[in-house]
């Protein structure tokens, strides 16, 4: 196994022409990026999406579609990622959560004003999957099969 392979997940959320962000610290730098993180033992990709937007955003989240998968490896440290990406609804907001360590703040942007901010994005994921979800791309969550032991 590769241990420079990261399995993550991503929530593009949209609302009236405008997409759930976070702005976080990584690496000594803030950046933006969707709700996202780490597929975590013992969890589907579903539970993981989900969970990453509470903690990140305080949002709760509904997967309604599948977005895309998408390897990207960072050229600074040879670490590629494997990031599967959802687009849903966000619903029963908790603005006292407290965020997850190293997240700033959330932003409700447009892709414009996203795209102003092209060298603070997280990685090249964050823009490209917003384009791929305007473009209307969507796939059902039916693609991906979770297969537990019983």
């Given at each position: 196994?590769?241990?420079?392979l990261h399995i993550t997940v991503a929530a593009v959320i949209e609302r009236e022409g405008r997409f759930l962000l976070v702005e976080e610290q990584s690496n000594g730098r803030t950046v933006y990026n969707q709700?996202?993180?780490h597929l975590e033992t013992g969890e589907s990709l579903l539970e993981a999406v989900a969970r990453e937007t509470r903690e990140e955003t305080g949002w709760g989240f509904q997967p309604t579609a599948f977005?895309?998968?998408?390897?990207?490896?960072?050229?600074?440290?040879?670490v590629a990622y494997l990031r599967f990406c959802f687009t849903g609804t966000c619903h029963d907001h908790d603005p006292h959560q407290a965020l997850d360590t190293g997240i700033i703040r959330t932003w409700?942007?447009?892709?414009?004003?996203?795209?102003?901010?092209?060298?603070?994005?997280r990685s090249p994921l964050v823009l490209r999957c917003?384009?791929?979800?305007?473009s209307g791309k969507r796939y059902p969550l039916a693609l991906y099969t979770d297969i537990s032991a019983a």
């Open positions: 196994m590769n241990d420079k709700p996202a993180g977005l895309g998968v998408y390897r990207w490896e960072n050229p600074e440290n040879q409700w942007l447009d892709r414009d004003e996203l795209a102003e901010r092209a060298v603070q994005h917003i384009d791929d979800y305007r």
